[in-house]
């Protein structure tokens, strides 16, 4: 949906004349370093061209009054400023109320309401981050509308302090932090106990990323991710008995290997290897990223893929079919899952002459195993959460 349009759809739902501000939070990818976030490694992400468009403009009074293109159906959901507590029946528009909530608790005045539309063109249920789209779209919303000067990593533990507290989604940081500090045609290189961080060019210029959308959703909240976390959070406990370290970030491969022995699960240990390597082969990427070796790096995220699919055990039939399937396929650096697992997305690293024979191929093996299509998206590594010139756009 175009930007002009998204003003007038603004205009009919809200019944004003005056022109919104127009905010943007892309989605997000991560290359590689998948469930090291809560474990205290590194991942890998970068935000991308998708995302989601927070249209808004100030009340005279208290409410708040959403509205979502994407859900047409649950109408404007509204509240006030004096009663931001979650409410289910608010479903989606609980994570821009929790924004609110959160900036509020931090001491910084709000004191009038604000209409809000909002839509997003990130598949739902893909694993590409639209629940912390929101967030940031809505945290630099709240950050420009009312003249706040937010520090934008506070903003981004804001967003995940929504998701953790308000939400009860047990996530880490990685999501809330590539959409707030998104850079175009790089990723970013992130140490989730430090938030220490680095940019790393991420310029494929023969090769397109493709994200490849299983069409099987994912509810996070529903599904295994805090049972994975708490695992690793036993078996960290097991290994502090004897060894001084606060996450699992800290160790090395050869380290775990000394002193897997202490975990005592062995459903656990598989939890943790998969932490410690997964961890070093994303310090290995950007190495590799670094000396122009795209094949290394392909290598890297086929391995990464195994150990999510053997040691972490969060793909499934349909992330396999298409991750297997790429594998095998013409021009094909590397391919793996990518977001929390069970469903959701994978990405590819193909040829720009290759990309058409890619997708065809692909999804034809994945609708004789499957039963359903795929979807494919070709990503651009975009710029991370910010206010849009409405100028531009008009």
Same mark, same amino acid.
């Given at each position: ?82 009663? *931001? ?62 003249? *706040? ?38 990723? =970013? ?30 509810? *996070? ?143 034809? =093996? ?29």
């Amino acid at each position: 949906m175009e930007t002009v349009n998204l003003i007038e759809k603004f205009h009919s739902i809200f019944g004003e004349e005056q022109t919104p501000h127009i905010f943007f939070a892309p989605g997000r990818i991560n290359v590689i370093g998948e469930h090291t976030d809560y474990n205290g490694g590194h991942v890998f992400p970068a935000s991308i061209s998708f995302g989601t468009y927070a249209l808004s403009t100030k009340r005279n009074d208290g409410k708040l009054r959403f509205y979502s293109v994407n859900f047409p159906d649950a109408g404007i959901i509204e509240c006030d400023l004096s009663d *931001l507590d979650y409410d289910k029946n608010h479903d989606w528009a609980n994570y821009p109320k929790g924004m609110y909530r959160y900036i509020m608790k931090e001491g910084f005045s709000i004191s009038s309401g604000a209409n809000i539309l909002y839509y997003g063109n990130i598949p739902n249920g893909a694993g590409l981050s639209s629940s912390a789209s929101i967030e940031m779209a809505t945290g630099v919303l709240i950050e420009s509308l009312y003249n *706040l000067e937010i520090d934008r990593i506070r903003l981004i533990q804001l967003g995940q302090k929504v998701e953790n507290d308000y939400i009860g989604v047990n996530s880490g940081i990685m999501d809330q932090f590539a959409i707030g500090m998104g850079k175009k045609d790089h990723a =970013i290189l992130l140490d989730c106990q430090t938030l220490a961080y680095k940019y790393a060019p991420l310029k494929l210029e023969n090769h397109d990323i493709i994200i490849i959308n299983t069409n099987k959703r994912r509810e *996070l909240a529903g599904s295994k991710y805090n049972e994975r976390r708490s695992e690793c959070e036993q078996a960290l406990a097991d290994l502090k008995k004897e060894l001084q370290i606060e996450s699992l970030g800290e160790l090395s491969p050869d380290e775990f290997e000394q002193s897997k022995h202490l975990i005592a699960n062995e459903i656990d240990r598989k939890r943790a290897k998969h932490a410690v390597y997964e961890n070093a082969r994303t310090l290995q990427a950007l190495e590799r990223l670094k000396e122009g070796n795209l094949e290394a790096f392909g290598q890297l995220m086929n391995e990464s893929h195994q150990s999510l699919q053997e040691d972490y055990e969060v793909t499934g039939l349909e992330l396999d079919t298409i991750v297997h399937a790429a594998w095998k396929q013409d021009g094909v650096l590397g391919a793996r899952m990518t977001g929390a697992g069970f469903g959701g997305c994978a990405i590819a690293i193909v040829l720009k002459d290759q990309v058409e024979a890619f997708k065809t191929r692909i999804n034809t =093996i994945y609708r004789e195993k499957v039963g359903y299509d795929a979807t494919f998206y070709v990503a651009t590594i975009g710029d991370g959460a910010k206010k849009l010139d409405v100028e531009g756009v008009l």
